[in-house]
């Protein structure tokens, strides 16, 4: 079986986003196509108030999917369709924007640590206009993987093989079909994970330095992977805990303004008129 290596390992951008959340932009729009379907992921993790605590005020989406998964700390959701999601330690919201939405997220905590990633997925032309939609899944929802040397994974969407055994997680997609886990591994250990193909392949890691081959990737680095059937991690003196993304590339071209994620520059000029005029969530 062909095992990926890594293509490149990209450091953090140092930004702010909402209302002044300080975060670390670990992939961004130039890394495209190369991690197609993927589009953005945030690391955001503070216990100092300050960096957090305006949250992301009532802003709109349109084209794409966000995957929001806190690690440590209370957020709540809401958006212009009623939704209300309480979002805790170990828990996902999945919010499909679609032809349109507009939501808030705020810290439910005025002091300690808040941590977590919001992960961009695109939609495939087809399906950015359907209708939005959301969901809350809880961290029990969320299959938890032990490993043999004592680590453990924990499937937030997709399908794995791990101990001879079939592994599903909650979150779906069937255009991209993406696999995201949070795997924690223990000074020194390492483990090898079945992934598609023709998968696009990341990880951001988040806590201590993994390793992929020879290739080292420290705290707070994204590595961009080679396609392959096969990923085996290595974790360094101290562990390691990272976010893997695997999806399946849609091929198409990205067109992004803002929160506006379309295929032509023609789309997005008619989502700002649409958001101009409230058509973009009206209906």
């Known amino acids: 079986m062909s095992e990926r290596s890594i293509r490149h390992v990209i450091p953090p951008q140092e930004t702010s986003d909402g209302a002044g959340v300080r975060l670390k932009?670990?992939?961004?729009?130039?890394?495209?196509?190369?991690i197609d379907p993927w589009l953005m992921m945030d690391h955001f993790s503070s216990d100092d108030p300050d960096d957090y605590i305006a949250g992301f005020p009532a802003h709109p989406h349109r084209g794409f999917e966000t995957v929001t998964y806190i690690v440590d700390g209370h957020m709540q959701h809401e958006d212009h369709l009623g939704n209300r999601g309480d979002l805790?330690?170990?828990?996902?919201?999945?919010?499909?924007?679609?032809r349109g939405i507009e939501h808030s997220e705020m810290p439910q905590q005025k002091d300690g640590l808040l941590r977590g990633f919001q992960i961009w997925l695109n939609l495939p032309s087809n399906e950015k206009m359907k209708p939005a939609g959301y969901r809350d899944i809880t961290a029990d929802e969320i299959p938890r993987i032990d490993l043999a040397s004592g680590g453990q994974v924990r499937l937030i969407a997709g399908q794995l093989e791990l101990n001879g055994e079939h592994h599903v997680g909650p979150g779906d997609n069937e255009a991209t079909k993406p696999v995201i886990a949070d795997l924690l591994l223990r000074p020194g250990e390492n483990t090898t994970l079945p992934l598609p193909t023709e998968h696009a392949g990341l990880f951001y890691v988040f806590e201590g330095e993994v390793s992929v081959g020879e290739k080292p990737v420290?705290?707070?680095?994204?590595?961009?992977?080679?396609?392959?059937?096969?990923?085996?991690?290595?974790?360094?003196?101290?562990?390691?805990?990272l976010v893997l993304l695997a999806g399946r590339p849609l091929g198409e071209s990205v067109v992004q303004y803002g929160p506006f994620v379309m295929n032509?520059?023609?789309?997005?000029?008619?989502?700002?008129?649409?958001?101009?005029s409230g058509a973009l969530t009206a209906g």
């Open 88 to 98: 805790q330690a170990g828990g996902v919201q999945w919010m499909t924007a679609g």
């Open 218 to 241: 420290p705290t707070h680095n994204t590595a961009l992977l080679d396609t392959g059937e096969t990923l085996t991690l290595k974790a360094g003196r101290n562990g390691g805990r």
């Open 264 to 276: 032509t520059r023609e789309e997005i000029e008619q989502t700002l008129r649409d958001y101009r």
């Open 25 to 34: 932009r670990a992939v961004t729009w130039n890394t495209q196509p190369e």
